[in-house]
């Protein structure tokens, strides 16, 4: 029986193109719409100044059909600097205003090439429009919801109302942002969720269960991926390393209290990535250092060189990083608020709770156990082909 026609979109290299690829290995990929797209040898990707775009583009997708507005859509990107609006909301919000339009366009302009069984999957906050030319056609259409929704805005909101004093530039959604993202809602027959987590935050917001569908993140990593096989040398400091937004969002002030605890403890943090947080909240750490956002090419490094990764945040709608570490050997410390992938005493420790105090007795746990974790480290067996299969049953009952 031939499978229905898939048409993905996407802003981004979200989940390395995971979603298109999969689809694309079973010959059900329609098309690929995305904002920016550029393959080894073109122009666009020889110029120095894109080289930090050059993930945008993926070896297993090199012959699927892909359209991306690269040349118009770098142009935008552009001109809201210039404007000092790519950042923040009002960078946000047109951003995700011009993909959509521009899509729409392209899904109107394919309507005669493609049957009534066809599914548009599109990624939420930038799906609204793109959902509805969906529905006009008869189409299945299917959310893909990138974290936890309203449910998360409130979370942090009340972290920024217990750390005061913490500089921070987190601002909550404007109304027009959820307003959206509710039609989005209702034009979509299925949400796709990567979490428990995520499916319970969607739940409170009303989202009706027979809607939700849960399927977790893969990854993949690189066959050159180093393996860390050892605990910490004998007298060594225990290292920990968070990577990723430096935000109230994955729990750093109440990491920064426990690293204030654990002064004169054999265990250091590096914090590696973009930071919302002004650096002077840790600046005279002696157990904390800051290197700042790394480019792609180095995240193996850092995982070589850690005892463990730490993710203490408070809501995720999965976290690769947990999968990203543990495929470089690298075990984890999670919250119990993100994707479901450590199991205590194999790969890692979870956090029971959010307490700074409680972050540094479990990061104290972490040193005087690793040691007892198997090598190599077990990881979750979800890959590419359980995810195809998972989303061409997304239409069979339950």
């Not at 719409?33 to 100044?49: H, K, M, Q, V, Y």
């Not at 990577?243 to 054999?266: D, H, Q």
């Not at 495929?327 to 959010?354: E, Q, Y």
Request: proline share 10%; hydrophobic share 45%; aromatic share 8%.
């Amino acid at each position: 029986m031939s499978l229905p026609p898939w048409i993905t979109l996407q802003i981004g290299a979200r989940e390395h193109y995971a979603i298109p690829r999969a689809l694309h290995e079973r010959g059900a990929l329609a098309g690929l719409l995305t904002d920016l797209w550029l393959p080894p040898g073109s122009a666009l990707a020889a110029l120095p100044s894109l080289q930090r775009l050059r993930d945008r583009w993926h070896p297993q997708l090199g012959d699927a059909p892909v359209w991306a507005p690269t040349k118009r859509q770098l142009l935008a990107e552009a001109r809201l600097a210039l404007l000092g609006r790519r950042r923040g909301w009002p960078g946000i919000l047109d951003r995700n205003l011009s993909f959509q339009r521009g899509v729409a366009r392209r899904l109107h302009g394919l309507q005669r090439q493609l049957p009534p069984q066809t599914v548009l999957f599109a990624y939420s906050y930038a799906a609204r429009l793109p959902l509805a030319v969906a529905r006009a056609q008869g189409w299945r259409t299917v959310l893909g919801q990138i974290d936890p929704g309203p449910e998360e805005e409130r979370i942090v909101a009340a972290e920024r109302r217990r750390y005061p004093d913490l500089a921070t530039g987190w601002q909550p959604a404007p109304a027009s942002y959820w307003q959206q993202w509710r039609q989005e809602l209702d034009l979509a027959e299925r949400v796709l969720v990567n979490s428990s987590w995520s499916r319970r935050c969607l739940l409170q917001a009303g989202v009706p269960a027979a809607k939700l569908r849960t399927v977790p993140l893969i990854y993949q990593a690189p066959s050159t991926a180093p393996i860390q096989a050892r605990p910490s040398l004998p007298g060594a400091a225990f290292q920990l390393l968070f990577l990723g937004s430096i935000n109230l969002r994955k729990g750093v002030a109440r990491l920064l209290e426990a690293m204030r605890l654990l002064e004169g403890a054999p265990i250091q943090l590096t914090l590696a990535g973009p930071t919302e947080i002004d650096p002077v909240s840790w600046a005279d750490r002696p157990n904390i250092r800051w290197i700042g956002a790394v480019p792609r090419s180095r995240v193996g490094e850092l995982y070589a060189a850690a005892d463990a990764l730490v993710l203490p945040t408070l809501s995720d709608g999965f976290a690769l990083t947990q999968l990203e570490a543990l495929a470089h050997g690298c075990p984890v410390i999670a919250s119990r608020f993100c994707g479901d992938v450590v199991t205590p005493g194999c790969n890692g420790w979870l956090l029971p709770a959010l307490e700074p105090e409680i972050l540094a007795a479990t990061f104290r746990e972490a040193a005087e156990t690793a040691i007892l974790l198997p090598r190599p480290l077990p990881c979750p067996a979800f890959g590419m082909e359980q995810l195809a299969d998972a989303l061409l049953q997304l239409f069979n009952p339950v």
